[in-house]
């Protein structure tokens, strides 16, 4: 079968190496393009948050390409995530796009469901197969992410703009054309290194900022209008902890376990937010939590428009701004948000936050005081 998946950052690398293990043919559509919105916006309602638009321009894109069946997670809980898959069938279907949708959900009221999607995706496979496809799976999914992850703390300190990115490109690369788990580590092992071999300045004084917001936001550089990237090359180390690699293991994977996860991340919230409200937006509160007690200068909370777990999460972050003396930067995108309006505020945002360091580096000198707090929404 031909199957293809709808796009998020990197998660092309690890979900093709998947598709084929499985003894299928992966169709991976372009990366995600203006004519990939555009798709989108045609046939998705506009109420529709947009990661559901850009997926169904990814799959239309991946049908002109032969994609015969689509594999796509779904969800549970409050937001819209948990009728997301059936929205996106239902609108293939209406415009007559005859791609098979086959959604893995997590085992919320049992194991069967999921079960039988798996044994339809492996038939004609072995054990041994599956075993290995799924741990090179987990291999490329780590490895991108670690990847990333340095590349963030790289970045800001670059001496030539965007070498940090070109050697990060390679790396994914590398990890991609990867066919075993020994491969991967080699891979991981030489991306790590040329990374490391960036020119930089360490001595420039830089900023530290948190990224939290809702997951596909953050991930997929053409709907963040590559976001971290911007923020490195303003001289911004980039702190986040949301990564794929765990939103697989504790949604897809281990969703028994997530009530554990759950109150962890309560008792970092406490006392904004006592329930869970769908997507991350229990995280964007307690993650912010902890980037302003690991001493971050300011946080972009990032959520693409009418992002309901993410609403809640931005009328908590004022008090959460307030009470930590720490700036937080509210971004809201969609269709109609363009890269020009986005860069503005980022520069004006980095630009507030090296002035903050700058006063509060004199009063540490004993000559002005703290400039307070701001919350800023666009
Ligand atoms: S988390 Fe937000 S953007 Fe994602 S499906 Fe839920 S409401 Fe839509």
């Not at 939103?247 to 919230?269: D, G, T, V």
């Not at 307690?286 to 999460?313: K, R």
């Amino acid at each position: 079968m031909k199957i293809t998946f709808p796009h998020m950052g990197t998660a092309y690398i690890p979900f093709r190496a998947l598709i084929a293990g499985l003894g299928h043919e992966a169709i991976t559509a372009p990366p995600c393009t203006q004519r990939t919105l555009n798709l989108g916006t045609r046939h998705a309602p506009e109420s529709a948050c947009l990661p559901l638009k850009i997926n169904i321009g990814n799959y239309l894109e991946a049908a002109e390409q032969g994609a015969e069946a689509i594999i796509m997670a779904g969800g549970v809980g409050p937001c819209r995530f948990g009728f997301y898959a059936y929205v996106q069938q239902e609108i293939l279907r209406d415009i007559g796009c005859g791609l098979e949708m086959i959604i893995l959900e997590p085992p919320a009221s049992g194991w069967r469901p999921l079960l039988a999607r798996l044994k339809y995706l492996t038939q004609g496979v072995n054990a041994a197969q599956i075993s290995r496809a799924l741990r090179l799976t987990w291999a490329k999914l780590v490895a991108c992410d670690r990847l990333e992850q340095l590349s963030l703390d790289i970045r800001a300190y670059e001496l030539y703009k965007g070498s940090t990115t070109r050697a990060l490109q390679e790396a994914h690369r590398q990890v991609d054309r990867a066919d075993s788990v020994a491969g991967v580590r080699r891979a991981v092992q030489e991306g790590t290194a040329k990374l490391q071999s960036v020119p930089q300045d360490r001595q420039r004084p830089v900023l530290t900022m948190g990224v939290v917001g809702e997951i596909y936001t953050i991930l997929e550089p053409f709907v963040n209008f590559r976001l971290e990237e911007q923020l490195g090359e303003m001289g911004v180390v980039v702190r986040r902890r949301l990564w794929l690699s765990d939103w697989i293991l504790h949604h897809l994977i281990l969703s028994s376990f997530r009530k554990q996860r759950e109150a962890q991340l309560f008792r970092w919230a406490k006392p904004y937010l006592q329930h869970f409200v769908g997507g991350h937006g229990l995280e964007s509160v307690a993650h912010s939590i902890q980037l302003a007690h690991g001493g971050v200068d300011g946080i972009v909370h990032i959520l693409p428009f009418t992002c309901m777990p993410e609403i809640v999460a931005q009328s908590i972050l004022p008090l959460v701004s307030r009470d930590y003396q720490l700036p937080i930067l509210t971004m809201v995108v969609d269709e109609h948000t363009g890269i020009a309006g986005v860069r503005t505020r980022l520069e004006a945002f980095v630009d507030l936050l090296a002035s903050r360091r700058a006063e509060a580096n004199s009063h540490s000198r004993g000559r002005k005081s703290l400039a307070p707090a701001a919350t800023y929404s666009s």
